[in-house]
């Protein structure tokens, strides 16, 4: 059974940083692609950032471009979300999310398979 687990979540002035983990076990992610999504209160969840695990293929909405950085340990069976410089607009609950990944140019598209229960991000203005 697949298991995604999000944390480092919290409170966090404007400007300040944030890492987000996402620890991954249940089978072996070699091929799968991980995704981080949001949802603030009232919104549709939107899709923020994406990581193929083999070969480390990055993707980012506009918005977090230049501040957020995904990654991922291998070793660790972890997917991490840096979050720097953010923003009041960035307060929404996290969530880490896989699929196996697909080829094309939109390869971190949804639809993703398996997701967590999430993290909440609050930034204070």
């Known amino acids: 059974q697949v298991q995604l687990v999000e944390s480092g979540g919290g409170l966090v002035q404007a400007g300040g940083s944030l890492r987000l983990s996402c620890a991954a076990s249940?089978?072996?992610?070699?091929?799968?692609?991980m995704g981080w999504f949001r949802q603030a209160p009232g919104k549709e969840r939107e899709f923020v950032a994406a990581i193929s695990w083999n070969l480390g293929r990055t993707y980012y909405i506009d918005s977090v471009k230049g501040r957020f950085t995904i990654s991922r340990d291998n070793a660790k069976n972890t997917v991490y979300l840096q979050m720097n410089s953010v923003k009041p607009e960035d307060t929404s609950l996290y969530f880490c999310a896989s699929k196996r990944c697909t080829g094309g140019n939109t390869w971190y598209a949804r639809p993703y398979d398996d997701w967590g229960q999430g993290t909440q991000v609050t930034v204070s203005s």
């Open positions: 249940g089978r072996s992610f070699s091929g799968y692609c």
